[in-house]
């Protein structure tokens, strides 16, 4: 019951057709849907119809992040349990985007509008479900097998756990502390055996620090920022370890400035597993395990 995974994502582009061209072509995404100002894209290993929402704004950053739910009647329950915690929620009607059946809807604590849904027309993956082959065909750019997380910023990071923990029964799989351990500045959450599923750093509210793709190997990473230098996309690191979740690796940006992640491999937590625990001291190492210095543009970038 409960959450199931973060499915979806929307984020804002200044540049509608730039943005389908850098998620398209580079990162590896298949156009599935366009209405007028939104596009709707997908990987090739993702059964439902769209995973990436692209929406054309004066401004760049997240729209939403969605949590697909097992069951329908998931969603009166997460409804219940959003307004005991104090947040507004509201219902939007199956087919107001293409695809998407009923969506639940609530704002964070730390501005970050957040939905859950549980129909979603389903499309399947481009290798079929019957005697599968790895990879389609068509596999193009960096070959994004799928979206795999977000990380926000907010400025009461240990809230944000609070509520996927209390109200989502979300775990708790890493976080990064204040050496006097008074202040939490990263918390890494997931309800999947992912090492996250959606991360929080202390930063300011409503804000996007970066969206992941999954990618299977070392070597895929490494082509991913072959494909980032080949098209000159603006790269902030090159193929690399981080300490946090132990995940490899690149960060980019796509045209309006949203980062991107390509990630690969990291920890495959459990729920009785301890927290694993960073303190500050260890930042540089624990974001960028090889370089060991902070990279003054990963607090500065964000959407
Ligand atoms: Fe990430």
């Not at 809230?159 to 204040?178: C, G, K």
């Not at 920022?225 to 080949?230: E, T």
């Not at 920890?267 to 303190?279: A, G, I, R, S």
Request: charged share 25%; proline share 4%; with cysteine.
């Amino acid at each position: 019951m409960g959450v199931l995974r973060n499915g979806k994502v929307g984020i804002r582009v200044m540049d509608l057709d730039a943005a389908l061209t850098h998620y398209r072509d580079y990162v590896g995404l298949y156009e599935v849907a366009r209405e007028p100002g939104r596009v709707y894209l997908k990987a090739w290993d993702e059964y439902d119809h769209h995973s990436l929402i692209l929406k054309e704004s004066d401004r760049a950053g997240m729209d939403h992040v969605g949590f697909k739910v097992r069951f329908a009647s998931d969603l009166d329950d997460i409804e219940k349990r959003c307004q005991a915690f104090g947040l507004e929620t509201h219902k939007v009607a199956a087919g107001t985007r293409i695809g998407e059946g009923e969506t639940l809807c609530s704002v964070l604590s730390s501005g970050h509008r957040i939905e859950f849904y549980h129909d979603m027309e389903r499309t399947g993956i481009k290798v079929g479900s019957k005697n599968p082959q790895p990879w389609p065909d068509d596999i193009h750019g960096m070959g994004a097998n799928r979206y795999d997380h977000v990380l926000l910023t907010c400025d009461d990071v240990a809230e944000a756990t609070r509520f996927f923990v209390e109200v989502l029964d979300f775990h708790q799989s890493e976080r990064m502390i204040t050496p006097d351990g008074k202040e939490t500045l990263a918390s890494f959450l997931h309800i999947t055996n992912k090492a996250h599923d959606i991360a929080f750093i202390k930063g300011p509210d409503a804000k996007l620090h970066h969206l992941a793709f999954a990618l299977s190997s070392w070597d895929e990473v490494l082509r991913a920022a072959d494909i980032q230098s080949r098209y000159d996309i603006p790269t902030e690191l090159t193929p690399s370890r981080h300490g946090l979740t132990r995940g490899l690796t690149t960060y980019f940006f796509d045209p309006s400035g949203n980062r991107n992640e390509t990630y690969c491999g990291g920890t495959f937590p459990y729920f009785d597993d301890e927290v694993v625990t960073w303190t500050a001291d260890q930042a540089p190492k624990a974001i960028f395990y090889h370089g060991r210095e902070m990279i003054s543009s990963f607090a500065e970038a964000v959407t």
